[in-house]
């Protein structure tokens, strides 16, 4: 079986700020990792994918995350904070072999973003 | 194009009905999926269509719960005899294939059961 543990469940930064949200993962199998972004009241939006091509993931709004297979990490990082990035992010894996298709997430980071 | 819709955004129901929850997925999309989002539990897998045919079922939390799929098409969950346990954010998603392909959500149906 698969799980997540996202460590932070709140991160408050200052506009233009570096952000780092950290997500560690467990699974038998190499995985696909994820990060999702949910802004207040609207759906899951993804933000990046990991699928084993290559360990630095560049993903929309300038974030990206590195796979470290050894740390069995996935941190979501981004060089200057704005306050639009202001939401709850998920961390997110999927199964291995025949049922990659069910994503086992993790318990969201909320992420603010002080002017 | 169009990206997942979801209806009713909100629903509000009293303790013991009958509620009915819509998804339509993105056009040409084969597999749609069901999640719930509550406090306690976070966010669910609770089932998954490949075109009309649902083999994995195991997210269901209990047999009041059902969904179908026509056409490959439009989805519908529906909660029996619903009880305030119920309560959260019934979230679908879409991909074009099944097996480890991105999956696209809507934006959710909040369902509060009184």
């Known amino acids: 079986a698969q799980s997540v543990t996202q460590l932070d469940s709140h991160v408050s930064v200052s506009e233009g700020t570096p952000v780092l949200l950290r997500c560690n993962y467990s699974s038998s199998y190499s995985p696909s990792l994820f990060w999702y972004v949910q802004h207040p009241n609207k759906g899951l939006q993804l933000l990046l994918k990991?699928?084993?091509?290559?360990?630095l993931v560049k993903g929309i709004n300038g974030f990206e995350a590195e796979f470290k297979k050894s740390e069995t990490s996935f941190h979501l990082t981004k060089p200057s904070a704005h306050m639009s990035d202001a939401a709850e992010y998920f961390c997110?894996?999927?199964?291995?072999?025949?049922?990659?298709?069910?994503?086992?997430f993790g318990k969201g980071t909320l992420l603010t973003v002080n002017p | 194009g169009a990206g997942v819709s979801q209806s009713p955004s909100n629903k509000v129901t009293e303790k013991g009905k009958d509620v009915e929850l819509r998804c339509d997925p993105i056009?040409?999309?084969?597999?749609l999926y069901w999640y719930r989002q509550s406090l306690g539990q976070g966010l669910e897998f609770l089932i998954y269509f490949q075109g009309n045919s649902a083999p994995d079922k195991s997210g269901l939390p209990s047999d009041r719960f059902s969904a179908e799929r026509t056409g490959g098409s439009v989805s519908t969950l529906t909660i029996q005899r619903t009880q305030q346990e119920d309560s959260a954010v019934y979230l679908c998603?879409?991909?074009?294939?099944?097996?480890?392909?991105?999956?696209?959500f809507g934006p959710g149906t909040r369902l509060t059961v009184l």
């Open positions: 056009s040409g999309h084969t597999a």
């Open positions: 998603a879409s991909s074009y294939y099944l097996q480890g392909d991105t999956q696209y």
């Open positions: 990991y699928t084993s091509a290559a360990t």
């Open positions: 997110v894996v999927s199964a291995s072999g025949g049922s990659n298709y069910k994503l086992t």
